[in-house]
């Protein structure tokens, strides 16, 4: 009647196995954090990039046409500083 009791040799519970269990578990979602927190930085790290070309580009663009409409201020004469009317 010793095994009703309890103190059979099988053991229903063994907590060396379940708290590794939960250990790996925990380690595996370290892991997993990790590598989902090191794709978000890639992935901010190449939008900054490209906004800042971007920024870079659009830069250089309105230089460019800031430029040309200069040159076709100089091109006209003096038929834009000058009223002729009569």
Known sequence: ????????TTQTFQ???ETSR??????QAEAIKARQS???ADT???QANF???????????????ENRAQA?????????RLDISI
């Open 1 to 8: 009647m010793t095994e009703a009791i309890g103190q059979g």
């Open 15 to 17: 907590p060396s196995l």
């Open 22 to 27: 939960v250990k790996q578990v925990a380690e």
């Open 38 to 40: 090191a794709a978000v």
């Open 44 to 46: 901010v790290q190449r």
């Open 51 to 65: 906004s800042s070309n971007r920024a870079e580009f659009l830069s250089r663009q309105a230089e460019q046409l």
């Open 72 to 80: 076709q201020r100089q091109e006209t004469g003096l038929g834009d």
